[in-house]
């Protein structure tokens, strides 16, 4: 990128050091300007595929757990960001505020490898539509439909090109598909595709593996996010092996008082909202990585579902080690139930 797209960035996001890659901007910093999010207003599909502009960030975020020839697993991740450095509305050309931000990774049990591109709104490079449905930065791609789409990257020591479908419904998180992300009402507009069936190729130092196995589509948009005293998030997303899933996330807090919620997804494509007294999310504090104080090893008990499940990362060096760096990678689980996932974990100071 130019030295002053990156003076730019600089300037705009590094006071947000601490927070994951997902919080492309400060977002506990109110902007007037910018819309906000309207518990009642109704999520439109595909317009909502698309990019929000009145929205100071959004992002389109897809990740997959893979099982090669030879039966071994892998994670992929595809994820684009844009946020906006000022709600002036002009969309076209070089005056746009919009600038994009794109992360791929693939992990195995050896191997984490990623790989990040910065562009520019209203020039082409980076985008997305609603109709028909393309997200795109430079020649990575998330395109077709919300039911058959195709997924591809490519870094130095890594490349994938997937197909992706579903026939099930789309998952709104929270009422209207508004998730609240704080007590006092921080929130954004959330929904999920967790059932996409997932097969294509992936390559690794050269080598090409044909894959197949479970991908978790996510969007999401929002002008202020966290409240002041926010800095960032714990995210799960599983596919059980009996069909249903589970989203739960932490919103940490200087303070120490964090903010839960989550979403439990039946097999048959209906779900409930769970409410945090519902639900214990807590990490295993003798496998921490001091170094980051993160934590990859978790507990999750739902007793009204009879869960009871510890969930560990396939690889502990998923690292992603971008602009604004985090953890995230595949994971599996065990105990009352079983199956994989994906876990993105941030720093907590």
Not at 5 to 17: A, E, S
Not at 144 to 164: E, H, M, R, V
Not at 305 to 321: A, D, G, Q, V
Not at 327 to 337: L, Q, Y
């Amino acid at each position: 990128m130019n030295r002053l797209f990156f003076i730019i960035l600089v300037f705009f996001l590094g006071p947000t050091y601490e927070l994951h890659a997902k919080s492309f901007t400060n977002l506990s910093e109110a902007k007037n300007s910018f819309s906000s999010v309207d518990q009642n207003v109704k999520l439109e599909f595909p317009k909502d595929h698309g990019f929000h502009p009145s929205f100071r960030t959004e992002w389109w975020y897809v990740t997959a757990n893979l099982k090669n020839q030879d039966d071994e697993p892998l994670g992929i991740q595809w994820t684009l960001f844009r946020s906006s450095l000022e709600n002036t509305g002009i969309l076209n050309g070089w005056k746009t505020s919009q600038i994009w931000m794109g992360h791929a990774a693939v992990t195995t049990k050896n191997y984490h490898f990623f790989s990040e591109k910065f562009a520019r709104g209203g020039v082409g490079q980076a985008g997305a539509q609603a109709s028909p449905f393309k997200a795109w930065i430079d020649d990575w791609n998330f395109s077709g439909d919300w039911n058959n789409a195709q997924l591809n990257a490519a870094g130095d020591q890594f490349s994938y090109n997937l197909k992706i479908s579903s026939q099930k419904p789309l998952v709104l998180h929270g009422p209207n598909g508004v998730s609240k992300k704080s007590p006092s009402g921080a929130k954004s507009f959330y929904y999920s595709q967790p059932f996409f069936k997932v097969d294509g190729s992936v390559e690794i130092n050269g080598i090409t593996h044909e894959v197949e196995g479970k991908a978790w589509a996510d969007r999401e948009w929002s002008s202020e996010l966290l409240d002041e005293d926010q800095i960032g998030w714990n995210w799960l997303g599983l596919h059980f092996d009996d069909g249903s899933k589970l989203m739960v996330f932490e919103v940490k807090s200087k303070s120490g008082r964090s903010f839960f919620s989550g979403t439990r997804i039946y097999r048959n494509g209906k779900y409930k909202s769970l409410q945090p007294q519902k639900f214990i999310l807590r990490p295993k504090l003798s496998n921490q990585i001091k170094k980051d104080k993160i934590h990859l090893d978790w507990k999750i008990e739902i007793p009204s579902e009879n869960l009871n499940i510890t969930i560990k990362p396939i690889n502990r060096n998923s690292y992603m080690n971008t602009f604004i760096p985090y953890w995230e990678g595949p994971v599996s689980f065990t105990g009352s139930h079983s199956g994989v996932g994906f876990l993105e974990v941030t720093l907590t100071e």
